[in-house]
T-cell receptor, first 110, second 116 residues
Framework: GQQLNQSPQSMFIQEGEDVSMNCTSS?????WLWYKQDPGEGPVLLIA?????ELTSNGRLTAQFGITRKDSFLNISASIPSDVGIYFC??????????FGAGTTVTVRA | GAVVSQHPSRVICKSGTSVKIECRSL??????MFWYRQFPKKSLMLMAT?????????EQGVEKDKFLINHASLTLSTLTVTSAHPEDSSFYIC????????????FGPGTRLTVL
């Protein structure tokens, strides 16, 4: 599949700060997914979005499915050290395949 | 729920040998599973779609005779890297989609393959 445009590529943040990252695509997706991957591990699902305009929260995480179906953002509020990792967005199309963003590497300064 | 396991987590083999990696959905049935390869500091690259009871669908540029996929049951898919060479060394990750469910894919923990 195509690679989505994910930004920023990396960020250094202070503990307690809010974090925001987003993904855009030239194609429409049916589903937007956000994953977190720790070194040497597989991606872990954070939030799944199934409907255009949908805003979903999971603890300190909030994500939205863009109304055009071509974008999504993920917010992390009040970051803590364990938020360190690589965050990937992914979009699913009709054939169930996922297209991934290049990832956002988050490093938290204590 | 939606737990996917992979075995082995790490494997080191000699050049020319074959290696089998198993992917299991532990608490759900998965008609469709996916195999990915990930290079250091890169995103996931889809290799193939594994369909229970039928042949896998490979992405362009992936050699089907090199990477054999078998999906014999609704909870198990296997990837066999045949005649492995050092350039096959990589992190291989599988995912599974709940049968009859949404597009959401649940990922396994990955297998680190090192070919000497």
């Amino acid at each position: 599949g195509q690679q989505l445009n994910q930004s920023p590529q990396s960020m250094f943040i202070q503990e307690g700060e809010d974090v925001s990252m987003n993904c855009t695509s030239s194609s429409i997706f049916n589903t937007w997914l956000w994953y977190k991957q720790d070194p040497g591990e597989g991606p872990v699902l954070l939030i799944a979005l199934y409907k255009a305009g949908e805003l979903t929260s999971n603890g300190r995480l909030t994500a939205q499915f863009g109304i055009t179906r071509k974008d999504s953002f993920l917010n992390i509020s009040a970051s803590i050290p364990s938020d360190v990792g690589i965050y990937f967005c992914a979009g699913a199309s009709n054939d169930y395949k996922l297209s991934f963003g290049a990832g956002t590497t988050v490093t938290v300064r204590a | 729920g939606a737990v996917v396991s992979q075995h082995p987590s790490r494997v080191i083999c000699k050049s020319g040998t074959s290696v089998k990696i198993e992917c299991r959905s532990l608490d759900f049935q998965a008609t469709t599973m996916f195999w990915y390869r990930q290079f250091p500091k890169k995103s996931l690259m889809l290799m193939a779609t594994s369909n229970e009871g039928s042949k896998a669908t490979y992405e362009q540029g992936v050699e089907k005779d090199k990477f054999l996929i078998n999906h014999a049951s609704l909870t198990l898919s296997t990837l066999t890297v045949t005649s492995a060479h050092p350039e096959d060394s990589s992190f291989y990750i599988c995912s599974a989609r709940v049968s009859g469910g949404t597009d959401t894919q649940y990922f396994g923990p990955g297998t680190r393959l090192t070919v000497l």
